[in-house]
């Protein structure tokens, strides 16, 4: 895909971990890339960026290391209220890089390939992977104090090309086990599967310590086969919610989505009529329209990308966007920007803009500066929600709100040329990672 949406979150330079919930900033994060290669059309190779967004009055200084040898430490800074995309170079710091390691039963390989990335302030942070055809998906990097000890994988339910799952670790003799593989790495180091007749969504994932999880397809397709990377770094079971909002994406009247459960005899439902029952270990694609998505364990929820069809010039295609649940939307003030890499047969890229809150809080957002009419709002059946959600340019829109008791959620995406990207911002997750507090801060020197 040939952009992203970047989500800035102004909130004090200072703050205390003194709540369950807090914003999806930080100081430290550790994450990685699974190889996004693509070599069928030219021109070939992989863009790999870490996007830090600074919502700070003063500069921000960024230390970025890993261990794989080729790397080279990266010390920058970031000027305040700014984003600074980060070449992430060699391309081959990918997990499994160039051809991932297929056999028939999949088994984990361990590399050197883990990223961390360190700041003085407190930033947000997003990894950006894009084949230079614009195939390419991005995603929240998780701040390493909200990491967790469990994850369900969510990949593609039709691929031509490997089903992926990445966990980095944040501290040495890290045990995880995926699936029913268990490995012991330290940190920084990666343990990846990667399957193409196994799917891969449904997989638990567990350590002994709090670890990033990282998981999506090299190139899945979407209802009209469009081929396009799909990557989400997944949220920690501790943070799942049994309560969420299903909008469709711009010109889709239903939408499909991917929901997985670590419960057994989870029943979820939409509008109130029951669209699945699951196990633990079980995922099911679905398609809905505007609804409430509600279930009695709890979930997680991924939106999936599609092309909208003939009728609206093949725009959109496949990509994964990671929903919050309504109990984690935020009052965080949010600052984004859609960014345009490489467009894709000619077409320019189109963004859009979702806003998610309840009814008392529609007139209290401002977007840009100014009061959206709370007529422009519109309503999720059967529910105390409602949404806006426009087309918009690929320059920077604020959306905030002076009101203490406004609860909202973001979304930005992006179409293109039978491809897509976008991804939510604006919401809390639990702390799930105290020992991330403690740690020693990046001393930068520039």
């Known amino acids: 895909m040939a952009a992203r949406a ?106 050197d390939k883990g990223i961390r990335l360190q700041s003085d302030l407190p930033v947000a942070v997003y990894a950006h992977a894009e084949n230079f055809d614009g195939r390419s998906d991005s995603f929240l990097v998780i701040p390493a104090v909200q990491l967790g000890m469990q994850y369900v994988a969510v990949t593609s339910t039709l691929a031509l090309f490997p089903d992926m799952i990445a966990v980095v670790a944040y501290q040495d003799n890290t045990q995880i086990t995926i699936g029913t593989q268990t490995v012991t790495i330290n940190a920084l180091q990666v343990a990846s599967v990667a399957s193409l007749l196994f799917k891969l969504s449904g997989t638990p994932i567990s350590g002994n310590k709090p670890f990033g999880a990282i998981s999506g397809c090299t190139c899945g397709l979407d209802v009209a086969l469009a081929c396009d990377y799909e990557a989400v770094m997944l949220l920690p079971v501790g943070a799942w919610g049994t309560q969420f909002t299903a909008i469709p994406f711009m010109y889709l009247s239903k939408n499909y989505y991917q929901v997985v ?30 609804t409430m998505v509600t279930s009695n364990h709890p979930i997680l929820l991924i939106q999936m990308g599609e092309d909208t069809g003939v009728e609206n010039n093949e725009k959109g295609g496949s990509f994964f966007v990671q929903l919050p649940s309504t109990e984690k939307m935020s009052n965080t003030s949010v600052l984004f920007q859609p960014t345009g890499f490489f467009e894709s047969y000619g077409m320019p890229l189109f963004f859009f803009l979702r806003i998610v809150t309840n009814l008392a809080s529609a007139g209290t957002i401002q977007l840009d500066g100014a009061t959206i009419n709370a007529l422009q709002f519109k309503h999720v059946p059967n529910s105390n929600f409602y949404y806006y959600e426009t087309a918009t340019s690929n320059t920077t ?23 897509g990207c976008g991804f939510t911002c604006a919401f809390n997750l639990p702390v799930g990672n105290p020992i991330a507090l403690t740690s020693a801060q990046a001393t930068i020197q520039l």
């Not at 959620?409 to 293109?416: A, D």
């Open 6 to 111: 970047l989500c800035f979150l102004l909130v004090p330079a200072i703050f205390v971990y003194a709540v369950s919930n807090v914003p999806t900033i930080g100081n430290d994060f550790v994450f990685t890339f699974f190889n996004a290669y693509v070599n069928t059309t030219p021109p070939y190779g992989v863009l790999l960026l870490a996007l830090v967004s600074n919502n700070n009055n003063g500069t921000a200084n960024i230390v970025v290391t890993s261990p794989y040898p080729s790397f080279k430490t990266i010390r920058v800074s970031v000027a305040p209220h700014s984003v600074l995309k980060i070449p992430i170079t060699p391309e081959s710091i990918q997990d499994q890089y160039p051809h991932p390691n297929i056999t028939f039963h999949p088994h984990i390989v361990v590399e």
């Open 261 to 290: 459960t670590n419960t057994n005899n989870t029943i979820v439902s939409a509008g109130g009529t029951i669209v699945a029952k699951l196990n633990q270990g079980e995922y099911r694609r679905i398609q809905i329209g505007t």
């Open 397 to 419: 829109h604020s959306v905030t709100t002076s009101n203490p008791g406004t609860q909202y959620s973001v979304m930005s995406y992006t179409y293109g040329s039978v491809a």
